[in-house]
């Protein structure tokens, strides 16, 4: 984009690059395309968490597949439920019973000492295979954000609160107790396939690869982390693909509209084969796992937080899953305020101060 060749009249970048480039001031303002983002293939949820001041730099669309394979979900093996003797986490979800709480209940049920030597690694069998990224998928799932969007259409900071706090400590005594291992991303393909584990997170394209498993599993979203939240929330990875428009793109008018018609001819088309015939029908391995994945893909949310990683904060949580949050936040509080600002006023967006 920056060589100014117009190559490109759009394209798809990962979350953090598509953050990068709109903030180095290289993106259009999808308003100021002929679009009509208020259609059904324009993801109202990538709209709705990413409009910052009334302007639009990135957005999801039926256009590409790439934001619905990156929803995260829970996996499950259904042998070692039965086994075990767990509820159904199908009811459970449905009756909105489903929680961080209960989650963890049935990890410590399922895990095993398999060949009883006294220590717990790849050979055992775990309640819950998952990597780093499940941390930024947890407070989302609380309902938390690092940066929402308020009522005025503004981009605040909102995770200096005692709610996130608690989220955090929960989420992190989960992620390092001993039924959960969180160490090796390739463990939780080969533990879901070898019976190794009872829970495994990971985003939905990782239904292609399970498939082909001997072992029978189902589908549920990430838990509440109260049973008094009100909706369910579904993180979409960060690996996700979000379109923008370089401000080299010539003719504005004809791309909007040739992108109005890609849309809706893949809403039409591409989702209906991609989610009806191929997720829910030919990957999933029950009708059950269908309603789940129902559930996931209409609570999908963003954070713009996690987009940019204003002051480092979110490598930081991730990388180094901090103790003492409060103390974290405050040695990030002055780089991520004025980090963030300085991105918004280059794009004459005014914020609140943080």
């Not at 709610?163 to 955090?168: A, L, Q, S």
């Not at 291992?181 to 463990?187: A, E, K, L, R």
Request: some cysteine; hydrophobic content about 35%.
């Amino acid at each position: 984009m920056t060589s100014g060749d117009g190559a490109y009249a759009a394209g798809w970048l990962r979350q953090k690059e598509a953050a990068s480039s709109a903030m180095s001031n290289l993106c259009l303002d999808l308003n100021d395309l002929s679009l009509d983002l208020s259609h059904p293939w324009w993801d109202y949820h990538s709209i709705e968490d990413t409009t910052m001041g009334g302007k639009n730099y990135l957005v999801a669309s039926d256009i590409s597949i790439a934001d619905k394979d990156a929803i995260w979900v829970i996996y499950f093996d259904k042998q070692i439920h039965t086994d075990v003797g767990l509820e159904s986490p199908y009811e459970l979800v449905e009756s909105g019973q489903w929680t961080q709480d209960k989650m963890k209940e049935m990890m410590d049920k399922a895990v095993l000492d398999v060949n009883g030597d006294g220590k717990m690694d790849k050979h055992d069998r775990w309640g819950l295979l998952t990597h780093s990224e499940n941390f930024a998928a947890s407070w989302l799932a609380a309902g938390e954000k690092i940066v929402s969007i308020n009522e005025a259409g503004l981009p605040v900071a909102t995770y200096e609160n005692e709610r996130f706090y608690n989220v955090w400590d929960k989420t992190l005594a989960l992620m390092k107790s001993d039924s959960c291992y969180y160490h090796d991303i390739g463990f939780i393909s080969s533990g879901l396939r070898d019976g190794n584990t009872l829970f495994a997170t990971e985003v939905i394209a990782f239904l292609r690869v399970y498939r082909v498993n001997e072992r029978d599993f189902g589908v549920i979203p990430m838990p509440k982390y109260e049973e008094t939240q009100k909706d369910y929330h579904t993180y979409v990875a960060e690996g996700t693909g979000l379109m923008i428009v370089p401000k080299t793109t010539d003719d504005t008018d004809r791309l909007g509209k040739v992108l109005e018609v890609l849309g809706a001819t893949g809403q039409d088309s591409v989702l209906t084969a991609y989610y009806d015939v191929c997720v829910k029908t030919r990957d999933s391995r029950d009708v059950e796992s269908g309603r789940m994945l129902d559930i996931c893909f209409s609570t999908r949310c963003y954070d713009l937080g996690l987009m940019f990683n204003w002051g480092s904060v979110v490598s930081t949580l991730k990388d180094t899953a901090p103790e003492n949050l409060s103390k974290t936040f405050a040695s990030t509080r002055k780089s991520f305020s004025k980090s963030m600002k300085k991105a918004f006023e280059s794009l004459g967006i005014t914020t609140e101060d943080n």
